[in-house]
């Protein structure tokens, strides 16, 4: 690896690929061998321009390829870490490094922060499509977009990495949080129990399905993260600092500790978040040390947390979220409980959009099995969810806004003795009768993470379908799009042939343009095309004065030619962004009954203006 990055003409061309956690792996190895070359291997997958905007707080994320992006950052920390030793930066960093190493916590810090507050889920899972999007928009790409694509299980993975590792250099109980809500949710949902399947994408919306691959014909990246994950399902269950130990993870599980000759049982029933931690010697005629336990307050658990001690209640000496009980020794136990109780959660962008939570589990809405073997292509071997339009998507209501949700926390009705659920919520004060479950029990059957609230009869309910009843009509206009230039399953799918031509991120959407004597082709779907069909791409005015060149049709001796200039001035609008469409009615006899339409684009001697979007819309 050292011997081929050490070679490159330009070393930032690699960075516009999908490399993964390179910096990170290889600062890891260097830790190990503190061979220099393998530092310098690492330090050339390290985008430091990215990481300064981050330690600026700057959200640089819209546009940006969600799990290329993660691991970036896994290897930023990764290099803080090791260099925090001053005796390792002294030897191995110039003094400029080493004043530049906060900068690679500051951006693993604020970059977690970023994702969490504006790009996250209810599950703790994140993105569209594979990338990030416009910040705080989750339910326009949930519900608006495509959301058979949110929640890409590889991303959760990786935020799940970063997180621990966040945790042991800062010592933020936040992080503990988030992981604690991705595990219990995202990561145990992802896995078809029956099957040992994985999923890829994890929809919110109502009635999608989760998808997942299959034994011999679908392995994805998700699917060898989702192994991964559930090799070591409790590596974040303890931390250990001296003689201090951090209890974590409430899920029933037994810890050896030979350096202090214990062992430590924690039982916990997960349905009322009862916890019960036996210490005993691990080997009966050795001597053991006391150990103290510093237990997690979790953010689901609300109030005062209860802590008793060989059955005495012990003073509640919390610090930090941490409640601890000092020197432990063999035939001491812990009693511990955890508040559970319902909790509703919504969307920055619709505040009615809500999710449900019963103390750490999301629940989702049990609806029907219409068509479960039933699913659509997207990318190079991806499949993912059909939506049932006529699933319940809706809980309603005869009350206003803030008399539901106390109506919701006081009122609902928890069951707990069933074999195949962990719990069952019934909602009141709503029409539907709808079933709710913990999310990761859900597998067989369509189902909904998100819903909307809304008030019976209200003008808001009225105009929120409306706009759906709108939008959906466009959606059934469009015969084919590409709306995201990725060098990857969005645009493979497409057919993408290309020389001398690249992808890029600008203004928070991705773009493709051919270079100089280059040129970028595709083949669309159009089964659905109507006469006088519109083909509308999409450009920024920054571009303006600059030229593209197209060849649309599959007969080389009758083929649509033009040469655009792109020119903002002529369109019918123009965003606060700077992206316009111009719409272009192509000649019937190149499109009418074809199964498909080659379209090529080129820069001719110059290169071409930047392309946005593609769409191709009947009348």
């Known amino acids: 690896m050292y011997q081929r990055v050490s070679r490159l003409d330009d070393p930032k061309y690699m960075l516009k690929v999908e490399y993964g956690g390179m910096n990170d792996a290889l600062y890891h190895l260097f830790s190990i061998t503190k061979d220099e070359r393998h530092l310098t291997a690492a330090t050339y997958f390290d985008e430091v321009e990215l990481f300064k905007d981050l330690a600026a707080a700057k959200d640089v994320l819209p546009g940006k390829h969600a799990n290329t992006t993660i691991p970036k950052l896994l290897g930023a920390i990764r290099r803080y870490e090791i260099f925090d030793d001053p005796q390792m930066a002294g030897q191995y960093l110039y003094e400029k490094d080493q004043k530049q190493l906060p900068i690679y916590l500051k951006a693993a810090e604020n970059f977690w922060r970023i994702v969490i507050n504006h790009h996250t889920y209810a599950t703790g899972g994140n993105s569209q499509s594979e990338h990030f999007h416009d910040p705080n928009q989750l339910y326009h790409d949930a519900v608006i977009e495509d959301g058979a694509t949110t929640c890409e299980t590889c991303n959760t993975h990786n935020m799940l990495k970063l997180s621990r590792e966040l945790f042991r250099v800062t010592g933020d109980k936040k992080y503990l949080d988030y992981y604690d809500r991705t595990y219990s949710n995202a990561?145990?949902?992802?896995?078809?129990?029956?099957?040992?399947?994985?999923?890829?994408?994890?929809?919110?919306?109502?009635?999608?399905?989760?998808?997942?691959?299959?034994?011999?014909?679908?392995?994805?990246?998700?699917?060898?993260?989702g192994i991964e994950s559930f090799t070591k399902l409790g590596d974040s269950?303890?931390?250990?600092?001296?003689?201090?130990?951090?209890?974590?993870?409430?899920?029933?599980?037994?810890?050896?500790?030979?350096?202090?000759?214990?062992?430590?049982?924690?039982?916990v029933d997960r349905k009322v978040g009862a916890v019960k931690l036996t210490v005993s010697k691990l080997i009966d005629n050795k001597t053991s040390e006391p150990l103290n336990v510093k237990f997690r307050h979790p953010d689901w658990s609300h109030g005062r947390l209860s802590?008793?001690?060989?059955?005495?209640?012990?003073?509640?000496?919390?610090?930090?979220g941490f409640v601890e009980v000092k020197k432990l020794v063999p035939g001491d136990v812990i009693e511990i409980n955890l508040s559970m109780t319902l909790t509703v959660g919504s969307t920055p962008d619709n505040q009615q959009y809500i999710s449900l939570k019963y103390g750490p589990y999301v629940l989702a809405g049990k609806l029907d099995r219409y068509q479960m073997d039933s699913d659509r292509p997207n990318g190079i071997l991806v499949r993912i969810s059909?939506?049932?339009q006529t699933a319940t998507s809706t809980l309603t209501a005869h009350m206003d806004w803030p008399s539901w949700q106390k109506k919701a926390h006081a009122d609902y009705q928890l069951q707990t003795e069933n074999e195949r659920y962990l719990v069952k919520v019934g909602l009141p004060g709503v029409d539907e009768k709808i079933e709710f479950v913990p999310y990761y029990q859900v597998y067989d059957q369509r189902y909904g993470v998100y819903f909307q609230w809304q008030q019976a009869g209200s003008l808001a309910a009225k105009q929120r379908q409306e706009k759906l009843a709108a939008i959906e009509?466009?959606?059934?206009?469009?015969?084919d799009q590409l709306t995201n230039f990725d060098q990857n399953n969005w645009e493979f799918n497409k057919h993408l042939q290309a020389k001398n031509s690249e992808v890029g991120n600008a203004y928070g959407r991705r773009f493709r343009q051919a270079g100089v004597t280059g040129y970028f082709s595709y083949r669309f779907d159009i089964k659905k095309a109507q006469p006088k069909m519109h083909m509308i791409l999409i450009f920024n005015k920054s571009d303006d004065g600059k030229l593209l060149a197209t060849h649309i049709g599959n007969d080389p001796d009758n083929q649509f030619q033009s040469q655009i200039v792109v020119d903002s001035s002529n369109a019918k609008s123009v965003d606060k962004d700077g992206f316009f469409e111009l719409e272009i009615e192509l000649p019937k006899d190149i499109y009418l009954d074809q199964p498909s339409l080659k379209i090529c684009f080129s820069g001719l001697q110059d290169t071409s203006a930047r392309l946005f979007g593609i769409q191709f819309l009947n009348a």
């Not at 145990?188 to 994408?201: E, I, W």
């Not at 997942?212 to 994805?220: G, L």
């Open 187 to 225: 990561i145990l949902g992802s896995q078809n129990p029956k099957t040992g399947m994985m999923t890829y994408f994890q929809p919110m919306a109502a009635g999608y399905r989760k998808v997942f691959n299959r034994p011999y014909d679908a392995f994805w990246c998700c699917t060898g993260t």
């Open 237 to 267: 269950y303890y931390f250990k600092e001296g003689q201090t130990l951090y209890a974590t993870g409430y899920f029933s599980n037994q810890l050896s500790l030979p350096k202090e000759n214990l062992k430590l049982d924690m039982q």
């Open 307 to 320: 802590v008793k001690k060989n059955q005495k209640t012990q003073p509640n000496n919390e610090t930090f």
């Open 386 to 388: 059909t939506l049932n």
């Open 473 to 479: 009509a466009y959606q059934n206009r469009i015969v």
